[in-house]
């Protein structure tokens, strides 16, 4: 009969071997995910299942308030914190888009500050995902388009991160249209903002450089620079050139589509009291055709 004391070095011999046979890194936590995940143009309808099951598994969910009770519905039960708050603001502006307003001399102490305040933020990230977490951002509309999570996740590893796609403000757009970007005849698509369609040393260049060539113009963020566009637009183009403005893509109870041309489109939409959520699509597939057939 075995003694005990075989009995529990065999116990410790299969202990060690277990623990040599064993595959790297069983005991430890598996790595965790921070995901960036697209809720579309303002409905919940817009959802994808993938963003659904992304949102369920989450064990942190990062959201704006506004964006947290949209979806509060998918939300119930879950740890809510909102980043932008404090990464996002400095003294009640939104830095990144106001930083030309404060003096030149606070600029560089401003940006200063927020890096900092960024890079606390991804450490605190770096900390959860070390734990196994599963942390998910929820980004409006196309989150590689315009994003400002990107900015957060300069500090990760790429593979710790990654993107769960969706539905976009341009898709929603071109759906309220009931057109399709690429026709009328268009070689072209393409999706801008004023700050980086006029350029610094040469306002107009894109202006008059694309006006040569048959395509589409998508602008986000472009309702406060109407008329600057309109203008810079009817230097290089037909003044039948056609313009919509798509206003809360994707909002079902607040859209609502104004058409016009570079000629009347501006005197269309001055009674429209919204003058920040809006796309505006310039081109002839707003007129022409869905596709065209090549000769």
């Known amino acids: 009969m075995m003694t005990h004391a075989r009995m529990k070095l065999l116990g410790l011999i299969c202990f060690i071997l277990c623990l040599l046979c064993a595959p790297e890194g069983v005991g430890a936590a598996a790595e965790g995910k921070f995901s960036i995940v697209s809720t579309g143009p303002g409905d919940p309808q817009h959802l994808t ?3 659904l099951e992304t949102i369920k598994a989450a064990d942190l969910i990062l959201s704006d308030p506004q964006t947290a009770k949209r979806f509060q519905a998918y939300l119930q039960g879950k740890k809510i914190e909102d ?7 400095h003294q009640g502006k939104i830095w990144m888009k106001d ?7 606070e600029r560089p ?3 200063a500050l927020k890096k900092q305040q960024r890079d606390e933020f991804v450490r605190k990230v770096k900390g959860l995902l070390a734990q196994g977490q599963k942390v998910a951002l929820l980004d409006g509309g196309d989150p590689t388009i315009f994003s400002r999570a990107f900015w957060l996740v300069e500090g990760l590893d790429e593979a710790q991160w990654d993107i769960v796609p969706g539905v976009g403000a341009a898709t929603a757009s071109m759906a309220a249209l009931k057109k399709a970007s690429s026709g009328g005849g268009a070689r072209l698509v393409a999706q801008t903002a004023p700050f980086g369609f006029f350029g610094k040393s040469e306002p107009e260049d894109l202006a008059r450089d694309l006006s040569k060539y048959p395509g589409t113009l998508i ?3 472009g309702l406060s620079d109407m008329g600057k566009i309109v203008q810079t637009l009817k230097k290089y183009n037909p003044a039948d050139l056609p313009v919509a403005v798509v206003y809360y893509a994707g909002y079902p109870q607040k859209e609502k589509v104004v058409r016009g041309t570079l000629e009347d489109i501006l005197a269309k939409i001055a009674p429209e009291p919204e003058k920040w959520m809006g796309m505006i699509i310039v081109g002839r597939a707003l007129t022409g ?6 000769e």
């Not at 980043?83 to 603001?89: F, R």
């Not at 930083?99 to 001399?105: H, I, K, N, V």
């Open 109 to 111: 102490a401003i940006i």
């Open 83 to 89: 980043p932008w708050k404090e990464l996002w603001t």
């Open 289 to 294: 055709p869905h596709f065209t057939l090549s």
């Open 219 to 221: 602008f986000y963020m």
């Open 99 to 105: 930083l030309a307003t404060y003096p030149a001399a």
């Open 49 to 51: 299942l993938k963003a």
